[in-house]
């Protein structure tokens, strides 16, 4: 049995290959090193009951995850794999080799993460060539679902946020500046409480000022990330991800605007993962 994972910051979507073909689908939080350990990864497991009759059976797994960029990082994520599917094979990638299997397959393309987080690599057909992006929600995450509440948030709290909409903000989230900044400073996770207002985000779709606080996210994105790669004209520029499978109309345009050739969008990679996988393995 192949076990397939792909992990973002929030949650971690598995695929287990299971006898005549069948398969086993089902979702965890996200298993991110930088914030659990060897232990947390293991709770997280003993929790899931779907995986309990199959954790001796599992014999190789795969996992494409976040924050896995690094062999200190794979090697807690491995351990705490294999210690509760103990007769298993673990091979340890980060998420943006997984979102280049999943879109690019084996032809050369860019491949981005509009998520929680944002990220991009180019893919040559066999290996990722990461850039100097993917700098967290802090420093960077341009286009995604942190920077779009950040840019919302602080909007709010400046004053910016038009009377209209700034009264359904405060009916829908009654947030305050304390608030905001206990959540941001002082409490863990500040990265899913700020992409937590995306969804405030796709409810007031239509709006000019959401729409352009959504187009400009993603330009400074495009702009940022894709545009600095010499030759981004010729290959076209995958994506992957709930805000650019929910935005994918204002993204499109925005790559529209700038040259981008846009590829596929996928909201969860996990399928076409799971898929290239199973055909790698098999092709030996």
Same mark, same amino acid.
């Given at each position: ?133 993917g700098l967290g929600f802090i420093l960077g995450d341009e286009g995604s679902g942190?920077?779009? %509440?950040? +840019?919302?948030?602080?909007?709010? /709290? #400046?004053?910016?946020?038009? $009377?209209?909409? &700034? ?38 779709? %239509?709006? +000019?000022?959401?729409?352009?606080? /959504? #187009?400009?996210?993603?330009? $400074?994105?495009? &702009? ?38 846009? %590829? ?21």
């Open positions: 049995m192949i076990l397939v994972a792909d992990s973002g910051s929030s949650k971690t979507d598995w695929i287990l290959s299971l006898p005549g073909a069948k398969r086993l689908a089902f979702r965890t939080p996200g298993i991110n090193p930088y914030f659990l350990s060897e232990k947390d990864i293991v709770k997280i497991f003993h929790q899931v009951a779907e995986i309990q009759p199959y954790a001796d059976k599992v014999k190789e797994i795969y996992f494409f995850g976040a924050g896995c960029s690094s062999p200190d990082k794979h090697e807690v994520v491995s351990n705490g794999l294999s210690a509760f599917f103990k007769k298993a094979f673990v091979s340890v990638d980060n998420d943006m080799i997984g979102c280049a299997y999943a879109t690019c397959g084996e032809y050369k393309g860019l491949t981005c993460i509009l998520g929680t987080g944002s990220n991009i690599a180019f893919f040559d057909g066999k290996d990722i060539y990461q850039s100097n992006h942190t920077y779009l %509440g950040k +840019k919302l948030l602080t909007d709010y /709290l #400046y004053g910016r946020m038009p $009377d209209n909409l &700034k009264k359904l903000f405060i009916k829908s989230h009654k947030v305050d500046k304390e608030t905001v900044i206990q959540h941001v400073y002082m409490m863990p996770s500040a990265n899913l409480y700020l992409a937590s207002f995306a969804r405030f985000l796709s409810e007031q779709r %239509g709006n +000019k000022y959401i729409d352009g606080l /959504l #187009y400009q996210s993603f330009d $400074d994105f495009i &702009k940022t990330c894709v545009l600095t790669y010499p030759k981004h004209q010729e290959f076209a520029c995958h994506f992957v991800g709930s805000i650019a499978f929910h935005f994918k109309d204002i993204l499109s345009q925005a790559c529209k605007d700038n040259g981008v050739q846009v %590829g596929k969008i996928l909201k969860h990679p996990i399928d076409e993962l799971f898929q290239f996988i199973l055909k790698r393995e098999k092709a030996g």
